[in-house]
């Protein structure tokens, strides 16, 4: 997949609505944390945004983006209240980008993806997350 232009990722509003739709389609949602002048941030853009939208994985997972430094509302997918930074610091995320998929109840599905590691290989790294995401919420009970 090659790298495009970095636009931005859909920023998370409610996830208890998500929620709904992950459950129909059995999918995680792709959380992108990021924050405002983080170069690395936009790198990763370069590849989550290109994979939201490509024919083969944008039905793979939800992707969605949360800005730790911004106090844009949120509700979380419990149904509370809350913003993307509490949301971030609730789940001590201090780091951007930082990227962790969740399943339908809130819960990761396995490690976050902290930093850019190897950018040659980052690509792989979140085709293998979301992968990996998917299989463990197919073990989960329904």
Sequence with gaps: MG???AQSLPLAENFAA????????????????SQRGCTWCEEAR?????M????????????RQIDIDSDAPLVDFDGSGST???FARNRNIRLTPTVVLYAPDGS??????VGMRLPDFYGQYLVNAIEAGRARLNKLPH
């Design 3 to 5: 790298l495009s232009a």
């Design 46 to 50: 370069r590849y989550l945004v290109p």
């Design 84 to 86: 993307h930074r509490a």
């Design 18 to 33: 998500d929620a709904i739709r992950l459950k129909q389609d059995a999918k995680p949602v792709l959380v992108l944390f």
């Design 108 to 113: 990761a599905l396995g490690d976050a993806i």
């Design 52 to 63: 939201s939208t490509a024919a083969e994985s944008r039905d793979k997972a939800l992707f």
